[in-house]
Structure formats: structure tokens, C-alpha cells
């Protein structure tokens, strides 16, 4: 157990329609990351959050949104979704912002879209 | 786009003997790392090796880092049922605000 939680762990909507994925980091941990992993796209890195303020971007959809909360608690929202958001979205936590990080995954929530 | 590139992409040995994985990657790093990921599950660490580092020991792992020919390997030694899994490198390339960029993964398969 990694310590990170993330809720749902699967979901199952339709096109057009938006879901919010949660996640709470380890405890102590400031930084909040988001990874899709899909088959044909591997994993990829979407945003981070460290400390309420997002840190770094990666190809995340203008579709989507996060945000970290005071609690550290951080969302990720997906609108619009397509067929094609089908994927393992992953949440993982860290002490440190950047520099010799090792990032703590969760279990994923597991979203299909139909 | 992907930093690091893991090779093969699949690998079946058998139970006893010795996995080796390599990664290679195309900037300059701060550190590398190897992480697991069962099926469906989520990626565990497994270790760190630092830039300034060649090789770096944890159990039955064993990485080294050679960063003129910006490359990387994962020895498993004598392997079991259990490491069956898919394996990642990751890169934290030098600059501000880098972040972890993953490979597309090994799957590992040991035949009992």
C-alpha cells in the first residue's frame, strides 16, 4: 500500500458526459501528480500540483482540469469525454516538488467511456 | 514524447535465471529511476540511481548508469514467478520544474 488513495476505482460513463477523479496523497506529501496510461499512449504525465500551486503541465487536454486543495487532496476533472479517454488515470504524491523525487502511485481509477 | 526508451519491450526467461532490461534517454538527467507495475496495478518504486552514480545495488536489483552513452540497466537476478510485471524507467531531466517522464515499459514474464 502506497498510501496514496484515489476514488473511483472504476467508472463507467458516456460520451459527452464529465467525471471528477479524486485523490489524497500520502501523508506529509505536497506534490500531486496525474498520469493517463492507455495502451497506445503509454503512460503520460498530465500536471502537478505542489502545494496548491500547479508546478509543472504535460499534455493534458484542454478537456481537462485539476486542482489541489488546502487538504492537499487534489481532483482531476474530465469533460466532454470521449471514446478515446478511455484509460488508467493515476495519481501519485511526493515530499519534495522536484530534485531526486520518488513519487508514490496510487491504484488508479480506471475509466471507461462508452 | 517519451525521455526514456526501454528495450526489449518484452523479455520471457525462466524462473532462476537472470533478467536484464535496459533504457536509454535523450537529455541530460538528474537522476533515473526503475519503477513495477503489476497488471491493472498501480507503479512501485524500485530504486534511484543519481547522475553521479554508475551502479547501485537493492536485493536481487542491480543498476548501473552510464551517462555518456545516456543509458541504463536493470539486472534481476535469479528470478522468480513473482517478478513477472511490466517495468518502467523514468528520467528527471535537469532544469527547474522538471518532471518524471516514463518509457513505455518492459513486460517481464518468468516462467515457473
Known amino acids: 500500500d502506497s498510501g496514496v488513495t484515489q476514488t473511483p476505482k472504476h467508472l463507467i460513463t458516456a460520451t459527452g458526459q464529465r467525471v471528477t477523479l479524486r485523490c489524497s496523497p500520502r501523508?506529509?506529501?505536497?506534490?500531486v501528480y496525474w498520469y493517463q496510461q492507455s495502451l497506445d499512449q503509454g503512460l503520460q504525465f498530465l500536471i502537478q500540483y505542489y502545494n496548491g500551486e500547479e508546478r509543472a503541465k504535460g499534455n493534458i487536454l484542454e478537456r481537462f482540469s485539476a486542482q489541489q486543495f488546502p487538504d492537499l487532496h487534489s481532483e482531476l476533472n474530465l469533460s466532454s469525454l470521449e471514446l478515446g479517454d478511455s484509460a488508467l488515470y493515476f495519481c501519485?504524491?511526493?515530499?519534495?516538488?522536484?530534485?531526486?523525487?520518488?513519487?508514490?502511485f496510487g491504484e488508479g481509477s480506471w475509466l471507461t467511456v462508452v | 514524447s517519451q525521455q526514456g526508451e526501454e528495450d526489449p519491450q518484452a523479455l520471457s526467461i525462466q524462473e532462476g535465471e537472470n533478467a536484464t532490461m535496459n533504457c536509454s534517454y535523450k537529455?541530460?538527467?538528474?537522476?533515473l529511476q526503475w519503477y513495477r507495475q503489476n497488471s491493472g496495478r498501480g507503479l512501485v518504486h524500485l530504486i534511484l540511481i543519481r547522475s553521479n552514480e554508475r551502479e547501485k545495488h537493492s536485493g536481487r536489483l542491480r543498476v548501473t548508469l552510464d551517462t555518456s552513452k545516456k543509458s541504463s540497466s536493470l539486472l534481476i537476478t535469479a528470478s522468480r514467478a513473482a517478478d513477472t510485471a511490466s517495468y518502467f524507467c523514468a528520467t528527471e531531466p535537469t532544469g527547474a520544474n522538471s518532471k518524471l517522464t516514463f518509457g513505455k515499459g518492459i513486460t517481464l514474464s518468468v516462467r515457473p
Open positions: 501523508s506529509g506529501d505536497l506534490s
Open positions: 501519485a504524491s511526493s515530499v519534495m516538488s522536484t530534485r531526486g523525487n520518488t513519487i508514490y
Open positions: 537529455t541530460s538527467i538528474n537522476n
